[in-house]
């Protein structure tokens, strides 16, 4: 059973901290790595994308992939109320005809 | 870019009867899109895969005859729900995939069903 872990939460985080987020997955054949965004009650939203070692900046989020530790996590800078919500790590590999397999979320709440 | 729709937003339906929901990509032609449902609390819950001018490939658990999915275009994609019933009212999330980044997937703002 190809698995994907995020770490337990709810994490909470004061605003203009640092929220880490990560995320571990068991099939080594994985490709391509996302993270969503996902407010109470409407759908997920693409904030991230990764394909290859290392750390990827877009804005106040870095996505940092290490295939080798099969690790993907999420640092969000100068965390701010509007983040406030569930981050949702999945993981995707071409073989399986473009399927994601998600994570159980973890719960951000960022505390003015 | 990457937009995906979703319509209805919101439905109410009698036990029994069938309801339709379509997912178009707007600004995209969408070789698979995906048909997800989530339940309060719980993470997403792949329903099928769905590929343009093919049959659908439903997870395992999931009843063919009771979720019928048509990918009639590079746009559209439909789900039935046929017999409704009180258990399957959840929120209901389709998506979207790149035809050349099929795991890059992006979500309607999905439907939520009810069944009274």
């Known amino acids: 059973q190809k698995e994907v872990e995020q770490n337990s939460g709810p994490l909470s985080v004061p605003e203009g901290a640092i929220a880490s987020l990560n995320c571990t997955y068991s099939?080594?054949?994985?490709?391509?790595f996302f993270w969503y965004r996902q407010y109470s009650g409407k759908s997920p939203e693409l904030i991230m994308s990764?394909?290859?070692?290392g750390d990827k900046e877009d804005g106040r989020f870095t996505a940092q992939l290490n295939k080798a530790s099969q690790y993907v996590s999420l640092l969000i800078r100068d965390s701010q109320p509007s983040d406030s919500a569930t981050y949702l790590c999945?993981?995707?590999?071409?073989?399986?005809?473009?399927?994601?397999?998600f994570g159980q979320g973890t719960e951000l709440s960022v505390k003015p | 870019g990457a937009v995906v729709s979703q319509h209805p937003s919101w439905v109410i339906c009698k036990s029994g009867t069938s309801v339709k929901i379509e997912c178009r990509s707007l600004?995209?032609?969408?070789?698979?899109m995906f048909w997800y449902r989530q339940f309060p609390k719980q993470s997403l819950m792949l329903m099928a895969t769905?590929?343009?001018?093919?049959?659908?490939?439903?997870e395992q658990g999931v009843e063919k005859d009771k979720f019928l999915i048509n990918h009639a275009s590079l746009t559209l994609s439909t789900l039935t729900v046929t017999s409704a019933h009180p258990e399957d009212s959840s929120f209901y999330i389709c998506?979207?995939?790149?035809?050349?980044?099929?795991?890059?997937?992006?979500f309607g703002p999905g439907t939520r069903l009810t069944v009274t």
């Open positions: 600004d995209f032609q969408a070789t698979t």
């Open positions: 769905s590929n343009e001018g093919s049959k659908a490939t439903y």
């Open positions: 999945a993981v995707g590999n071409y073989n399986q005809g473009g399927k994601l397999i």
């Open positions: 099939d080594r054949g994985s490709q391509s």
């Open positions: 998506s979207a995939a790149l035809r050349d980044r099929v795991s890059e997937q992006y």
């Open positions: 990764i394909y290859s070692n």
